[in-house]
Structures are given as structure tokens and as C-alpha cells.
């Protein structure tokens, strides 16, 4: 499927040594900081996308500008990035929308689709270099069913209605590896989040739905596994291992896809590789709106594009996020908006100097920021010391402004 438009990112002159020579982000599974991606040669990330529904939400695109930014210090890094995202574009939730509002399914993921397409090109996020929707992933998927066949984890419960496939997700390798939950606690978030530990006939309450029988009116594709459609977690498992192959460097996506979803893959992806799914898994904290999660299922949403048509500049949108931590959970309120486009506004002043402070130091500050946990709020706070400074100070220096400019679309994807 197409992603949306390349963006150009500038290539920045090397760091010398005083900047970290990796990028260090916090590994979900490990609990601990992490160097991420390789010395040298291609950085390979997976990064869960949208079901196409409420798009795009600000809880959306703090995920995709956090995983932008891991990208951007990859390709500072001298990097190639492998990026693979999916759209969960078939999946009981969507199909539930699609009832409520009466829109055709496949109608409704391909407009909410193309509003994130769009969202996404205004918020300069890089495009992935293979999007992959879940439809058109399914006969990989039935490939990697049939693949785990031989394993013994994949089985149909005893349902003579709906003899669903199901993997017996506690007997695989690793399984709890990437959350370090007890059971109790998995269970119960798998009951919050699409699973159903109470269904009978399944060997363990935590085996997760791999292949879902047809069901009337709704959508379903021949298989030698009969005919129905992909669970979740297999399709982001099935895509990953496809473009991206076991053991990739970042698994990525928001803290709620921590259990089950990637707990899910990571098991799977086990069982049919021998080998991890990823190096590290990476996950971006939530966000909320007055005191709750902004979620599609609460409906307490703000939305690039009702911010966008309201006259907000897309580069203040995504400096309002850029200033919060990637690990932290935090509330989008107005004000954010308003200080991110002061804060916009004060930068592009200093595009009318002809000289400033020089750019050097404040670049490599912005380098060690990003590369140490991906602090973004400390890099942004590094240019805001600059352009104070070259405002308050006379200076010579004539290619500051340019090299400045240059870091700050290269490092930040901020367009002055
Ligand atoms: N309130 C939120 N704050 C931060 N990230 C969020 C929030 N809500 C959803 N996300 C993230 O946005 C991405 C897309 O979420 S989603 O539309 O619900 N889709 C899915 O989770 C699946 N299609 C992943 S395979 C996921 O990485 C999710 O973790
Ligand atoms: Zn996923």
C-alpha cells in the first residue's frame, strides 16, 4: 500500500566525539536503557499503525513524531532505516464503526486512510518505507499459520459453530518476556483489549485468536485454514517477519500495545523463527485529554486535522508534542498549542538575523539529547537558549542561521 510523500531530510556535517555515538531508547522487555540499531548498515524498525478509524488523534501522531524522531537520529547517524508500519485495516473494531455509521468498511478504512496520509505529510513524519495493510497481508498471514502448524501451539477450539484457530500463546518460548506481567494482570488486560481469556474450548484463557471463521456479514477469505480472516497480533507478527525479518532492532508503538499486542507477536514470532522478534521494544507513553487516554472507544479525541482547520500551524502541533518526554504519559491542553506556537514564531525570528551564535555547540547538544533516550524536550530547549542568545547578543558568525536551520529539519523535522 502507498505511504504518503517522501520528506527531504537535510544531511547534517558528522558529530565529533563529545556527542554518544548510538542511540539509547528504554527496551520494554529488558526494563532497562538500551543502545539501539546497528554500528553501521541498515537500522530495521516495525512500528504499529492505525486502525483506520478516528484518525489521526493526537495520542496517534505523538506515536508516529516519537518513532520519526528515532528515525531522524538513525539517518544522523549514517543510518539506512528499514521502516515497516502496518494498517490494521480489517478487525472487529473497524467493523463495528463501520456498522454503527453505516459506511462500508473497506469505504471507511480507505478515507481514514487518506486523512492520515495527509496528517502525517503535514507533520513532515517520514514516510515508512513499506506500508502494509492487514488485507493485503493475509495470505502471508495464512503462510505463517501454516508455518506454526507443525509447532503444535496452533489449534481450533472445539466449536462445531465457529471452529476458530487459536496459538497457545503460555506454552510458547518466551511468552511474557516483552511485558513482565504476572498472569492474573495479563488476563485482565487481555479482557480490556480485544482478547477473550473467558471463551471455552481454549486450551489456556491467554491463547490468542490467530484465524477467526466466517462469520454472516462479515468479510472473509478463502484459506486452507477454512474461510475467515486474520486475529490481530498475527497480522503485525506476519508483517513484521515478512519485511523485516526476526530479530529487527525496534519493535514500536504506544504503551497500551505493550500487553497483549506485542507480547502476542513476540510469542508468535518465536514459535516460528527460533529466534526474538526484535532487539528492543519501544514504547510511547499515552495521551489524554482531561485527565483520561484519548481513545477511539471513550471518543475523547482531538484530531490533527480539526486542530489543522482551526489554523493551528502543523510545526507547532508537532512541537507541542515533541516537548513532552516519549515515555511519559501526559494531557494535550490548548495551552500547549498556544506555547508551542509562541515557541515556533521566537525560532523563525531568528531567520530574519543575518549572523547569530554560532550553531556548533547548540547541534551537538541537540544530538546528545535525542541520542540519550530520545529527550526531545531537553533538544528543543537547546535551540530555545540559541535564538535567545543570538537575539540578545551581537555576533559575526553568518552560516549559524543556515546550520541551524539545516539541524533543526534534519534532527527535529521542524520546517522554519
Ligand atoms: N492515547 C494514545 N496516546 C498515545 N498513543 C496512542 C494512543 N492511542 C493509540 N495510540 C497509539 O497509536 C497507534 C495506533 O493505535 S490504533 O489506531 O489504536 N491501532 C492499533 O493499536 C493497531 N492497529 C496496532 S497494530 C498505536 O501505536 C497506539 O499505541
Ligand atoms: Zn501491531
Known amino acids: 500500500m502507498y505511504a504518503w510523500a517522501p520528506v527531504a531530510v537535510p544531511s547534517l556535517p558528522k558529530s565529533d566525539d563529545s556527542v554518544p555515538g548510538r542511540l539509547t531508547l528504554f527496551d520494554t522487555a529488558a526494563q532497562s ?55 490494521t485495516d480489517v478487525d472487529d473494531p473497524l467493523l463495528e464503526r463501520a456498522a454503527e455509521t453505516g459506511q462500508e468498511w473497506e469505504e471507511l478504512a480507505e ?76 488476563i485482565e488486560l487481555f479482557r480490556e483489549n480485544g482478547g477473550d481469556p473467558d471463551r471455552p474450548g481454549k486450551r489456556h484463557p491467554l491463547d490468542c ?6 462469520r454472516p456479514d462479515e468479510p472473509s477469505w478463502t484459506s486452507s485454514l477454512g474461510a475467515g480472516r486474520p486475529g490481530w497480533h498475527i497480522e503485525c507478527t506476519a508483517i513484521a517477519m515478512r519485511y523485516l525479518g526476526p530479530n ?57 486535522s480539526r486542530l489543522r482547520h482551526a489554523g493551528a500551524d502543523p510545526m507547532a502541533i508537532r512541537l507541542a508534542l515533541m516537548d513532552n518526554h516519549y515515555r511519559s504519559n501526559w494531557d494535550w491542553t490548548p495551552d500547549k498549542l498556544e506555547r508551542a506556537t509562541e515557541r515556533l514564531t521566537a525560532w523563525r525570528g531568528v531567520l530574519n538575523n543575518a549572523t547569530a551564535m554560532p550553531a556548533g ?16 524536550p531537553a533538544a528543543l530547549a537547546t535551540v530555545d537558549a540559541w535564538v535567545a542568545a543570538s537575539m540578545a547578543i551581537e555576533s559575526d558568525d553568518t552560516s549559524a542561521v543556515s546550520d541551524m536551520v539545516q539541524a533543526i529539519d534534519a534532527l527535529l523535522g521542524i520546517k522554519l
Not at 37 to 51: F, K, S
Not at 209 to 214: M, S
Not at 268 to 275: F, K, L, S, T, V
Open 111 to 186: 478515507d481514514q486512510i487518506e486523512l492520515f496520509r495527509s496528517d502525517m505529510q503535514d507533520l513532515r513524519v517520514i514516510p515508512p518505507r513499506h506500508y502494509i495493510g492487514a488485507v493485503e497481508s493475509i495470505s502471508c498471514v495464512i503462510d505463517l499459520i501454516e508455518q506454526l502448524l507443525p509447532s503444535g501451539l496452533v489449534y481450533q477450539v472445539d466449536d462445531d459453530q465457529h471452529p476458530d484457530w487459536y496459538f497457545n500463546t503460555v506454552g510458547a518460548e518466551g511468552f511474557g518476556g516483552v511485558s513482565n506481567l504476572d498472569e492474573s494482570r495479563m
Open 209 to 214: 485468536l490467530v484465524w477467526r471463521f466466517a
Open 248 to 304: 529487527f532492532d525496534v519493535q514500536g508503538g504506544g504503551s497500551d500495545l505493550v500487553f497483549p499486542h506485542h507480547e502476542m507477536c513476540a510469542a508468535e514470532a518465536i514459535a516460528a523463527a527460533h529466534e526474538p522478534m526484535a532487539e528492543a521494544f519501544v514504547h510511547s507513553g499515552m495521551v489524554g485529554l482531561d485527565g483520561e487516554k484519548m481513545s477511539k472507544s471513550k471518543g475523547n479525541l482531538e484530531l490533527v
Open 33 to 87: 536503557l538500551t543502545e539501539v540499531g546497528p554500528n553501521d548498515g541498515a537500522a530495521r524498525m516495525y512500528v504499529c499503525g492505525i486502525t483506520p478509524y478516528d484518525a489521526t488523534h493526537l495520542g496517534h501522531a505523538n506515536t508516529y513524531v516519537t518513532f520519526d524522531l528515532v528515525q531522524r537520529v538513525w539517518l544522523d547517524l549514517g543510518l539506512d532505516v528499514d521502516y515497516t508500519q502496518n494498517v
Open 361 to 376: 555547540e547548540t547541534i551537538a547538544a541537540m544530538r546528545t539529547a535525542l541520542r540519550n533516550d530520545l529527550n526531545a
